[in-house]
C-alpha cells in the first residue's frame, strides 16, 4: 500500500494570505488527523475528520479550518498567515481514529510565512 | 500544556549501549504509544500499550507503563547509529479521541 502522501512538501508564503494543504491516506483509512510541529510548542493536535465528519479538534483559532472528501483525502487551510504559523504540518491517518489505532504519518508540509 | 512529557530532553550513548527514554503524563489514559521522528520527517509508530497492560517488546523495543504514577519509560537495547532520532510518547486519555504528544526526547547514538 501506498504511504500518506501531503502536498505540497514546501511552501513560502506571505502575512495576511491563506493557503491549503493537503492529505492522502492510505487507501481504506477513514481516519484523518492533522498536526503542527513547531520548535516551540511541540507537536500540537488541530483536527481530526473520520468519514468527512471533524471528530475532534484541538485550541487552535478559527483561522485554521479542515475537511475531509468522500474518498478521504483531506485538506487544512489556514487564513490570515501569521508568522507563528510558521511550521511543519503533519497529516496523519488510521483505519477508524486515534483512539485504539496506531496513526501513520505522511512527511509533512513545511511552511514558511515571511 | 501537553499531556506527556518526556524525560530526558536530550540523550547521547555509544552505539551497543542501552537507551531509556521516560513519559510522564497528567490523566486517565487508554492507552500510550510511542513513536519515532528522523530530523523533522514524519512521525513512525513503533509500539502501543494498553491501560490494562504492564509491559510491552518488540524486538528491540521494551515498553513499561504505570498507571498509579501516570509513566511510561522506552528502553532500546543494543542501539544503533540509526536509531538516532527524537522519540515522542503520545496518549489517548479516555474522555475523547485526542492524541496529546509529549515534547520528544532527542537520542543520539555515536558510531
Known amino acids: 500500500k501506498a504511504g500518506v502522501t501531503q502536498t505540497p512538501r514546501y511552501l513560502i508564503k506571505t502575512r495576511g494570505q491563506q493557503v491549503t494543504l493537503s492529505c492522502s491516506p492510505i487507501?481504506?483509512?477513514?481516519?484523518v488527523s492533522w498536526y503542527q510541529q513547531t520548535p516551540g510548542q511541540g507537536l500540537q493536535f488541530l483536527f481530526e475528520?473520520?468519514?468527512?465528519?471533524?471528530?475532534n479538534k484541538g485550541n487552535f483559532p478559527g483561522r485554521f479550518s479542515g475537511r475531509q472528501f468522500s474518498n478521504s483525502r483531506s485538506e487544512m487551510n489556514v487564513s490570515t498567515l501569521e508568522l507563528g504559523d510558521s511550521a511543519l504540518y503533519l497529516c496523519?491517518?488510521?483505519?477508524?481514529?486515534?483512539?485504539?489505532?496506531?496513526?501513520?504519518f505522511g512527511p509533512g508540509t513545511r511552511l514558511t510565512v515571511t | 500544556s501537553q499531556q506527556g512529557e518526556e524525560d530526558p530532553q536530550a540523550l547521547s550513548i555509544q552505539e551497543g549501549e542501552n537507551a531509556t527514554m521516560n513519559c510522564s503524563y497528567k490523566?486517565?489514559?487508554?492507552?500510550l504509544q510511542w513513536y519515532r521522528q528522523n530530523s523533522g520527517r514524519g512521525l513512525v509508530h513503533l509500539i502501543l500499550?494498553?491501560?490494562?497492560?504492564r509491559e510491552k517488546h518488540s524486538g528491540r523495543l521494551r515498553v513499561t507503563l504505570d498507571t498509579s504514577k501516570k509513566s511510561s519509560s522506552l528502553l532500546i537495547t543494543a542501539s544503533r547509529a540509526a536509531d538516532t532520532a527524537s522519540y515522542f510518547c503520545?496518549?489517548?486519555?479516555?474522555?475523547?479521541?485526542?492524541?496529546?504528544f509529549g515534547a520528544g526526547t532527542r537520542l543520539f547514538v555515536k558510531a
Open positions: 503520545a496518549t489517548v486519555d479516555t474522555g475523547g479521541f485526542k492524541t496529546i
Open positions: 490523566t486517565s489514559i487508554n492507552n
Open positions: 487507501s481504506g483509512h477513514r481516519s
Open positions: 500499550i494498553r491501560s490494562n497492560e
Open positions: 475528520y473520520f468519514s468527512e465528519t471533524q471528530r
Open positions: 496523519a491517518s488510521s483505519s477508524e481514529g486515534q483512539g485504539d489505532y496506531e496513526q501513520y
